[in-house]
Nanobody
Framework: QVQLVESGGGLVQAGGSLRLSCAAS????????MGWFRQVPGKEREFVAA????????YYVDSVKGRFTISRDNAKNTVYLQMNSLQPEDTAIYYC????????????????WGQGTQVTVSS
């Protein structure tokens, strides 16, 4: 019902910036809170940021506050993650997800996931 495709990942030097996009298809996008998660091999998928369906409230993991900004454009069915001052520790596959129910901080709250986009930050 909802398909999500991430884009915008790549290789950047420490201190650089990237903007990730998550394009959604289907007619239920506007009813979902949206989240960004990231994962590195051997570790759990980690909450990064979330935004309410109307875009009025945002949430961030402490490690990215002040550096990352989540936003959405419902008219374009797109969610963004602007990432500034990137650090090697930010290297991961980044996933966008559409929430169903439950805590926005946990993967189990999300019903739909993209396939991810790789972000690599070199030192």
């Amino acid at each position: 019902q909802v398909q999500l495709v991430e884009s915008g990942g790549g290789l950047v030097q420490a201190g650089g910036s990237l903007r990730l996009s998550c394009a959604a298809s289907g007619r239920t996008f506007s009813g979902h809170h949206m989240g960004w998660f990231r994962q590195v091999p051997g570790k759990e998928r980690e909450f990064v940021a979330a935004i309410t369906w109307s875009g009025g409230v945002t949430y961030y993991v402490d490690s990215v506050k002040g550096r990352f900004t989540i936003s959405r454009d419902n008219a374009k069915n797109t969610v963004y993650l602007q990432m500034n001052s990137l650090q090697p520790e930010d290297t991961a596959i980044y996933y966008c997800a559409a929430r169903g129910s439950g805590s926005i901080y946990y993967t189990g709250a999300y019903n739909y996931w993209g396939q991810g986009t790789q972000v690599t930050v070199s030192s």
